[in-house]
Each structure stands twice: as C-alpha cells, then as structure tokens.
C-alpha cells in the first residue's frame, strides 16, 4: 500500500493496495504452500494479492492466525517467504569473486535507505560486511523512472569465505532490504543460492 503517514487508516482498504518493490532478477523467493503451512494462509493472502508490499502489514495478520508459526516463519527475513516455495531452478550457483548483477523492480518509490547482504537464514545474521549499502537517498520520486538506475540495476559481488557456511541452499540467503524512512515501511526480497568452490582451480592445484 502506499501509505501516507498523516492518513493511516488509509492503509487498511485493500482498494489501495499498490505495488512498491522486489528483486525480479536473478528470479527471488515466491509465494507457495510453505509459506501457508508455516506462515498461514493471512499471510499468504497478503503476499498473494501484492508480492511487493511491505512487512509491516505482516505482523498483525499473522497473529490473528492460528497456523501462524513463529518458528517457521521470521517475518523479518525475506519477508517470511519459505526456500521450500523457491523451485530448484531458481537457486543460483555462485563462486567466491563473482560478479551478479541484480535487478530491483521499483514500482513506488518511497525515499530512504537500503542494502544488500547475504544473511545466514537459520541465525538471521548478515553474515560479513553489506555487499551494498545506501545510507541515504535510496529511492526517491514518485515513479520507477525518478529512481537513479543505479539503484535499480546493480552488480554485487560474491565474497569469500561463504564456502562452508552456505554451501547448502536454504541456508544463505541474498536479501535487498529496503526501509523508506519517510512511508515508515520496509520491503524484503531474496534471492536462494549456494556456493561452490571453482573446480578449475582446484584442478589446477592438484596437478
Ligand atoms: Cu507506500
């Protein structure tokens, strides 16, 4: 929803349920019956009817909601979207170095800041230094094309040191977290991947 602070109560008509922003590309974390099973199906409505819409509208659903999970389902990371959900060929297959670029689909605007990290998803920690940061400025205008390109399509690189740690997809995550500090609302999207060791390089050890 886009959601005016001095008008708060607009945000509870559905009829205003707009879109503002995910990661479209590499393909991020869909919606699916393992987010019902373990988020329940308020939830899921939620991120049904707009799969771009912020975390806060989240909480409130979920805790009227029987099935809702708390063990299962961290709001606050990837937004509650399960790895389960995410079909195999979605998971990406990374090397330490690498670079990835990275398209965000920015349907509303709301300034503020922003980042993109890898966090461990069983501790929901941002494992290392964010791969991006926006400390100010991120996302301002009214529509997609008042935002600077270079906030929407951007290269991360893969860092080291991941070999062990999310060597099993489910495990890390690549999540862009976006917070507008003037909407006072937060959008989260992931991305699933795993790493492997270069296998030329190994080779090239051994001989
Ligand atoms: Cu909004």
Not at 80 to 96: E, I, S
Not at 130 to 141: F, I, R
Not at 195 to 201: D, F, L, Q, R, T
Request: net charge neutral; charged share 20%; proline share 8%.
């Amino acid at each position: 929803m886009h959601l005016s602070t001095t008008i708060p109560l607009l945000a509870l008509l559905p009829t205003l349920a707009l879109s503002h922003g995910l990661i479209t590309s590499p393909p991020s974390r869909p919606i699916g019956p393992a987010l019902t099973a373990n988020c329940g199906s308020a939830v899921y409505k939620k991120i049904a009817s707009d799969n771009t819409s912020y975390v806060e509208a989240l909480p409130d659903a979920a805790s009227k909601d029987p099935s809702f999970n708390p063990s299962l389902c961290n709001l606050w990371l990837c937004k509650g979207l399960q790895f389960a959900d995410n079909p195999a060929a979605n998971v990406q297959t990374w090397t330490a170095g690498q670079e990835v670029p990275v398209k965000i689909w920015l349907r509303i605007p709301h300034e503020g800041i922003a980042n993109v990290s890898v966090v461990d998803a069983k501790k929901n920690q941002v494992v290392g230094d964010m791969l991006k940061v926006w400390s100010k400025g991120y996302a301002p205008g009214r529509k997609e094309a008042d935002v600077p390109i270079e906030q929407r399509e951007f290269s991360v690189t893969v860092p080291e040191g991941l070999e062990e740690r999310c060597v099993t997809a489910g495990d890390c995550v690549l999540q862009w977290w976006w917070f507008g500090t003037g909407a006072k609302q937060t959008y989260e999207s992931c991305v699933d991947f795993k790493i492997v060791k270069p296998a030329v390089k190994e080779r090239a050890f051994r001989a």
